[in-house]
């Protein structure tokens, strides 16, 4: 076990411009971090400058109290679990479990040991004899984990291992992981640019963007108190409505903000359908109906103010909302975010 530390963390990929600029980060022992961002905001070159798979521009990064820096990734105790596998095709699962190991020079009785604990942890006993192709990608990737189990290394790091998979199984295996993961108490960095497998795996999160944190904190923490318009709107979903106050077309309540912010934001799932004109609510707006979207036990209606701006609620259940319908919403005050015209909350 072990905590892991980035301090000032820059990585400048030659011929390009600065990817990671200046991250800096304490990993608890036993934690669970998730490394969430959008496509390029290089979530996979920091998890590969942990593992050592890529170099460190500048900056330092240690693992139990031991600069790692120029370690190779070998000798830094981790365990790397890939969405590709990287199961050896010819080799049972027995023979997979066990090759890390071996090329360590683990005695036999040692190795046999973990993978009959791993197997029984992971439920795959019964295909430890099998070859990966004999298997479905749900065993797979449970392969994937038992290698990596295996090792007894002090931290996991793994870089979107579900993203291969399809989405009923893609739940079941999260929350597997996430199962293992607190049972074993190994420090792990998780790395997905799905929002909703961030939310439900993280103990804390870290949001990048375009290499730079922009905030570190529980998911709930995130949810409630996003400290940029990007946090917010890439939390959540659908995703938060941003109004920009110049553009009107809504009514706030003088006491309802304080300060004088460019931007209000309200989550779809907090603005409440009122009777029509009402206007006791620290934030209402009149909603010309678009679009009724049912899924499953909600329903999500897509609107426009009277600005032209866009907005987005949600109704439990089967709506009667049609195209066309005019309407009123509205939002206590407690569930309004307040933004700087540079994106960061205000208050
Ligand atoms: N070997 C490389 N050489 C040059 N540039 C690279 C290299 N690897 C990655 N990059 C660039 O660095 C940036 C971050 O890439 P990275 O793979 O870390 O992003 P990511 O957040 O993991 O994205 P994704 O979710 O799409 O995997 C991208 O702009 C990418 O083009």
């Avoid at 409440?272 to 009149?286: I, V």
């Amino acid at each position: 076990m072990a905590q892991i530390t980035l301090n000032n963390v820059r990585k400048t990929y030659s011929g390009a411009l600065e990817t990671i600029k200046g991250v800096s980060l304490d990993i608890a022992d036993g934690e669970l971090l998730v490394l969430v961002g959008p496509s390029g905001c290089g979530k996979s070159t920091l998890l590969r400058m942990i593992a050592g798979l890529e170099s460190i521009s500048s900056g330092e990064i240690s693992i139990g109290g031991r600069v790692v820096n120029t370690l190779e990734p070998s000798e830094r105790d981790i365990a790397m679990v890939f969405q590709n596998y990287a199961l050896y095709p010819h080799m049972t699962v027995r023979q997979n479990l066990a090759y890390g190991l071996k090329n360590r020079n683990t005695p036999a009785a040692v190795i046999d040991e973990r993978i009959k604990k791993a197997a029984a942890t992971l439920e795959i006993e019964q295909y430890l004899e099998r070859k990966p192709r004999q298997l479905s990608g749900g065993q797979r990737q449970r392969v994937a984990m038992g290698r990596a189990i295996v090792r007894e290394p002090s931290a996991f790091l793994f870089d979107e291992p579900l993203s291969n998979l399809d989405a009923k199984l893609r739940v079941q295996m999260r929350v597997e992981i996430k199962r293992l993961q607190r049972a074993l108490g190994t420090t792990s960095v998780y790395v997905t640019h799905d929002q909703m497998e961030a939310m439900t795996l993280a103990d804390r999160l870290v949001v990048l963007n375009g290499g730079k944190i922009e905030q570190v904190g529980t998911p709930i923490e995130l949810y409630e108190r996003p400290a940029t318009t990007f946090v917010a709107t890439f939390i959540g979903s659908p995703s938060m409505n941003l109004f920009d106050v110049s553009r009107g077309g809504f009514q706030l309540k003088p006491d309802a903000i304080a300060g004088a912010p460019a931007t209000v934001g309200v989550r779809p799932e907090d603005l409440k359908l009122l009777e029509p004109g009402s206007n006791d609510r620290a934030f209402t707006a009149n909603v010309t109906v678009g679009a009724v979207e049912l899924v499953g036990a909600e329903s999500y209606v897509y609107g426009s103010l009277a600005s032209g701006a866009d907005i987005v609620f949600r109704v439990s259940g089967r709506s009667r909302i049609a195209t066309g319908d005019n309407l009123t919403v509205g939002a206590d005050a407690a569930d309004l975010h307040a933004f700087e015209a540079s994106g960061a909350r205000v208050g």
